[in-house]
C-alpha cells in the first residue's frame, strides 16, 4: 500500500514536471519572441503591419534587433516581387486604356528598381559586420529610401480624373501596402543602427 502511494505520488509529480516543462516551452519562449516583435513594431509607423507581417517570423527572429530589420526587407522585397508581377499582367489585361496600361507600365519599371534597390539592401545585411559597418549601413538606408521614393513615383502616374477608376485604385492599395512595409522596414533598420552606434 505503501509502495503503491509512493509511486502514485511519484507518477503525479513527475507528470507535473512534465506539464510545466510543455508549458514553459510552449508558451513561455514563444511569448518572449512575440512580445519582442510587438515591442520592436512600436518604432515603426504602422506597428500592426509591422506585427503581421513578421510575427510569424518570430522563432527565426528571436530578440535579435539585425535579424528583425533583415525579415522586414525580405517581407518588403517579396510584396514588391509579387506586385510587380501581378503589374504586368495588369498592364496587358484586355479591358485596360491606353492611358492606364502606360502608367501601368511606368509603374513596373519603378518597381522594378525597387526590387532591385531592396535586393541590395538584403545582400548588404548579409555582409553587415565588423569594419565596414557604417559604410553597409548607410548604403541600405539609401537604397531603402530610394525604394520608398520609386513607389511613390508609381502611384502619381495614376493622378488626375483621367485616371479614375478601378485601375488606379487597385494599384493604389498595392503600392501602399510595399510602401508602408518599406517604411517600416526603415525604421526597424534605422533602430537597428541606433542600437550599434
Ligand atoms: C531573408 O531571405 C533570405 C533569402 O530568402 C533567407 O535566406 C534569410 O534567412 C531571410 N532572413 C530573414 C531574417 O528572414
Known sequence: MAHSYVSHHHFLASLLLTLTTLSFVRTTYPQTNTEFIRSSCSVTTYPRLCFTS?????TFIQTSPKLMAHAALNVS????KSTSAMMTRLSRSHGI???EASA??????ELSNTVDELRSSVGEMDRLRGSNYEVYMSDIETW??????DENTCTDGFEGSAMDG???VLVRERILAIARLTSNALALINHFASLHG
Not at 77 to 80: D, E, G, I, Y
Not at 144 to 149: H, K, P
Open 54 to 58: 513578421l510575427s510569424s517570423h518570430a
Open 77 to 80: 522585397l517579396s510584396s514588391a
Open 97 to 99: 486604356k491606353p492611358l
Open 104 to 109: 501601368v507600365r511606368d509603374c513596373v519599371e
Open 144 to 149: 531603402v529610401s530610394a525604394a520608398l521614393t
Open 166 to 168: 478601378k485601375v488606379k
